[in-house]
């Protein structure tokens, strides 16, 4: 049991510091609800507080990883069109000088249990310290990444080396200058911390079980006037996302077909935006690369021979780009490179191929596969999350009746709109399953989801109602919808993260809504309707 509780009943209590629980406390404010931040780490950032292994950097580029508010971007200056993570952590730094946000945060203190209070109609919230608060409302904003995942190794607690997690690095920086390293996993995560790695380790060891089909960042840097000239698109932009819901990473765009182009046409589009780098390849290419095999198999063939021709090793280059994909191009998340593919050229790197050559286990000096013992100084866990869900359950989050959301989901993941769940009143979960999350840009999500949910509490206070919940109805709704347009992917073809299928026993599902335009026309249907598919009272 929490301590006596000496706190006010806030309006809303928010839980992570992130892009998503920052947007929701400045307007949270901005329209005269009281409300607290509660964060687990230390400082804000979210997934950049967390993430500060060597090489950690975004993957959407300038202007699309930011706040869309002109108060904040007119006076930010990037230096890099894809920042990296000190560079993030100051504009969030910037971002609160702004805001002044800090003052209502709670750092160091991690949401453990909510309970809803059917009588008072409010949450009752307990943190680690056994504090417990209360608010009408209760958003959740715990981010795609907060609960990393390291596979069960055999021998793993007896390695007498360093051991870390991509994401829970440690926060006073550690190197690689001298080291024997190993890096697990060769995700978004392990490609970047390889690149970093293989420049001043004594030796790197990459082990690999399903190749990265990583494609070209093309970062570069922004001087002032550079950037002076791209802020003048700026406020276009925002404003035609806003408008038509489009976004770097389009599964459905309005392009041509891969089989309406011709041959020819088909090898330029592919060049020129493999040119432009970042996620051009991926989305906003042609219309059906995510959606048909065969036109996926041409781009897959296309990625396939660009990067084959940068590995000197032909029997690397196999394992790094085989003949048959591993699965369809994209429906993994693609990393972004800058010197990936070039790393294993290198005489001090090494690629295991975890599939022919299976990790054992790890030992006091190493790790060991079938063909013999790699001794390691560092061991880099860079095996990913417990995705999309994981923040959320667990929290130990309790519904009217008592039953957990954990149990709640343990068939799978129900919600209404990606945003609240029946049987749990006054709950609003942002950036999390069954919504844009995962393939939304963040600030995006954190906006368009947020402004929806700022707009409810809004109507819920003009209107004097206590109480909204997601009826059992729009759930099914809402599964069924994204089952059908999840089809009409290619996303279920791969184990993802994205179908929740890097975790051993967590059930298969597209957990991330594949198109904005047609997530979007679905939220403002609803409220334009009196929020269809919610009970207020
Ligand atoms: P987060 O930034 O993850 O913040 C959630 C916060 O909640 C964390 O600080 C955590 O400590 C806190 N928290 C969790 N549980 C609790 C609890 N029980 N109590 C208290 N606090 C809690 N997205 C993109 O759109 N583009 C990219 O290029 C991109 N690159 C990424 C690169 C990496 C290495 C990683 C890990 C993720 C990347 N992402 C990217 C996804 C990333 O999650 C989002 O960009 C963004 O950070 C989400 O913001 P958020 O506020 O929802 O969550």
Redesign the pocket.
């Known amino acids: 049991m929490g301590k006596e509780e000496v706190h006010e009943v806030l309006d809303a209590i928010v839980?992570?510091?992130?892009?998503?629980?920052?947007y929701q406390l400045h307007h949270l404010r901005k329209n005269g609800f009281s409300a607290q931040v509660?964060?687990?780490?230390a400082d804000i950032?979210?997934?950049?507080?967390?993430?500060c292994y060597p090489g950690?950097?975004?993957?959407?580029h300038v202007p699309n990883?930011e706040y869309s508010f002109g108060e904040l971007w007119k006076d930010w200056t990037w230096s890099e069109l894809f920042p990296g993570w000190q560079e993030l952590r100051r504009y969030f730094k910037y971002v609160d000088e702004k805001l002044d946000l800090r003052k209502d945060i709670n750092f160091n203190?991690?949401?453990?249990r909510a309970t809803f209070d059917t009588v008072a109609d409010h949450w009752v919230i307990q943190?680690d310290s056994g504090d417990q608060f209360r608010a009408r409302y209760f958003i959740v904003?715990?981010?795609?990444?907060?609960k990393p995942y390291t596979p069960d190794f055999r021998g793993l607690d007896t390695f007498q080396g360093e051991c870390h997690h991509?994401?829970l690095w440690p926060q006073q920086g550690l190197g690689f200058a001298g080291k024997r390293v190993g890096v697990i996993g060769t995700g978004?995560?392990g490609v970047?911390i390889a690149q970093e790695a293989a420049k001043d380790a004594v030796h790197l060891t990459i082990f690999q079980r399903t190749p990265m089909l990583a494609i070209p960042m093309r970062q570069r840097k922004l001087d002032p006037t550079t950037l002076n000239e791209l802020k003048k698109d700026y406020a276009r932009q925002y404003r035609q996302r806003d408008e038509e819901f489009r976004q770097i990473v389009d599964i459905f765009p309005p392009e041509k077909g891969t089989f309406e182009v011709s041959a020819q046409e088909r090898q330029a589009i592919y060049e020129e935006s493999w040119a432009i780098g970042g996620f051009h390849f991926w989305g906003n290419m042609l219309n059906d690369v995510l959606a048909d095999l065969a036109a996926n198999r041409e781009a897959y063939n296309f990625w396939r021979d660009q990067t084959r021709a940068r590995i000197n090793d032909p029997a690397v280059a196999l394992k790094l780009a085989p003949t048959e994909p591993p699965h369809p191009f994209g429906t993994k998340r693609p990393s972004l490179e800058q010197n990936y593919y070039e790393v294993f050229n290198q005489s001090n790197v090494t690629l295991v191929d975890t599939v022919e050559d299976p990790i054992i286990e790890i030992t006091k000096s190493g790790v060991v596969t079938d063909q013999g013992e790699h001794q390691l100084d560092l061991l880099v866990i860079a095996t990913g999350?417990d995705a999309v869900t994981g923040?959320l359950t667990?929290?130990d989050i309790r519904n009217t009746d008592g039953v957990s959301l954990k149990d709640y989901w343990a068939e799978g993941v129900r919600n209404h709109l990606g945003m609240t769940t029946a049987g749990f009143p006054n709950m609003f979960m942002?950036?999390g399953p069954l919504s844009p999350?995962g393939l939304?840009?963040?600030?995006v999500c954190?906006e368009l989801q947020g402004n929806w949910i700022i707009n409810c509490l809004l109507h819920l206070r003009d209107n004097k109602l206590s109480r909204i919940e997601a009826t059992d109805a729009a759930e099914d709704v809402w599964v069924q919808h994204m089952q059908d347009i999840a089809a009409t992917t290619l996303f279920p073809l791969a184990d993802s993260w994205y179908m929740g299928a890097n975790i051993p026993g967590k059930a298969r599902q597209m957990l991330n809504h594949p198109s904005l335009l047609e997530y979007m026309a679905r939220c403002n249907h609803s409220a334009e309707n009196g929020y269809e598919g919610f009970m207020l009272s």
């Not at 950032?45 to 993430?51: A, D, E, I």
């Not at 203190?109 to 453990?112: A, C, F, K, L």
């Open positions: 839980v992570g510091a992130g892009f998503n629980g920052l509660f964060e687990a780490g950032g979210g997934t950049w507080y967390w993430n950690a950097r975004v993957d959407t990883y203190t991690r949401v453990t943190t904003c715990t981010g795609l990444s907060s991509t994401g978004p995560t970047q999350f923040g667990q929290i942002l950036y999350a939304g840009t963040a600030p954190a």
